[in-house]
């Protein structure tokens, strides 16, 4: 298997390596029903910030996605899988070993992830894996993946065709790289894993050097500066049956995501999704046709909330051209904490507030 060179940064703010390494659509009839959307929560105190201390330049090799530290200076060609969110898909195989994971609505008010893998390179299972539309495509492109779905619109095979694209299409291209699982009822049961995709990727002749774009990490001991606290906080996109909440770890240092009340759990390993680092950003959605097809704006740029470390941040979200999203403060990048990042992208009607609410955990005391 060819293998792209990445483009690793000595990144300021990690720790040694030694240290880090031990520490498409459907849906129910019953879906369509508008949330009671909650109002924001009241303004809550500032948490007074720690001044972050000089860092020294970390000596190793880390991956640009996550800021972790990586066993070899040669990481595999990032794989962007369209992942199927419908109830009937959940729970998923394989997005708690995605470096990046992205939310975004598709039509009919159901959501459809992206997942980027990259340094996770054993992935036993991925999917349930879905269709695939041009903003889609504009997303899994920017990280210089492979593009992996089943089927798309007729606007995303448009670009597909035109564009020539390195995608992998279980029902055009790619079909013997996927399979189904007899458990589950189609259309909810298409799989994939990491080793059968880049075999298909290889075999199809696809690019094996591409640069992929990197993030600012900061030392994972220091506290965020400026933010409000936030030990929880919850999305809603349009149905009630995608609801998300976010409760910090102190202990683990990331928030884990619960989805409609319940953890939101790996089927591969039974492990919790969890991030990091969640940036929710408002874009424009436009419905385009009868289905609900969806035109959604991920270049212009917007308000967003980064969420990390407990606390919450308010800033833009940008991109530039041949880039990836990224969370600007006072117009500049600003950095991450290593570990995985999740982006939820929530329509900017009625507002982007009205789509997220965050504060303090209650106590049951």
Known sequence: MNLTRYSSRLLPGILLAATLLTACSSGDASDNTAPTIEPSAAPLPVVSPLQTPPIEAFAGIVS?????????????????????????ARPQSGVSEADILYEVLAEGGITRLIGIFQSHTGVVKIGPIRSIRPYLIDIGESYSGVTVHAGGSQAAYAILQKDKKE??????????????????????NLYSNAAKLREGA?????????????????????????????????????????????????????????????????????????????????????????????????????????????????????????????????????????????FLIVPNTPSFSSHVTYGQAQSST
Not at 74 to 79: C, D, H, S, T
């Open 167 to 188: 995608d992998m299409d279980e029902i055009g291209n790619a079909g013997a790289y996927f399979w189904r699982d007899k458990n589950r009822k189609a259309p909810h």
């Open 64 to 88: 640009g996605l996550t800021g972790l530290p990586v066993t070899e200076a040669i990481l595999p060609r990032p794989l962007a899988v369209m992942i199927n969110n419908a109830p009937a």
């Open 202 to 342: 290889d075999k199809l002749g696809y690019s094996d050097r591409t640069e992929v774009p990197a993030y600012l990490f900061t030392n994972p001991d220091y506290m965020p500066l400026g933010g409000e606290a936030a030990s929880e906080f919850s999305v809603n996109f349009q149905l009630k049956s995608y609801k998300l909440d976010y409760k910090y770890d102190p202990e683990r240092r990331t928030y884990l995501r619960w989805v409609n009340g319940k953890p939101h759990l790996d089927l591969n390993n039974n492990e919790p999704v969890e991030a990091a680092n969640v940036i929710v950003m408002g874009a424009d959605h436009k419905v385009l046709d009868d289905i609900g097809r969806l035109q959604i704006d991920v270049e212009l740029g917007g308000e967003a909330l980064l969420f990390e470390r407990g606390q919450v941040i308010k800033g833009r979200w940008v991109r530039k051209p041949n880039d990836i999203i990224r969370f600007v403060k006072d117009g500049e990048e600003a950095p991450l904490y290593p570990g995985v990042t999740h």
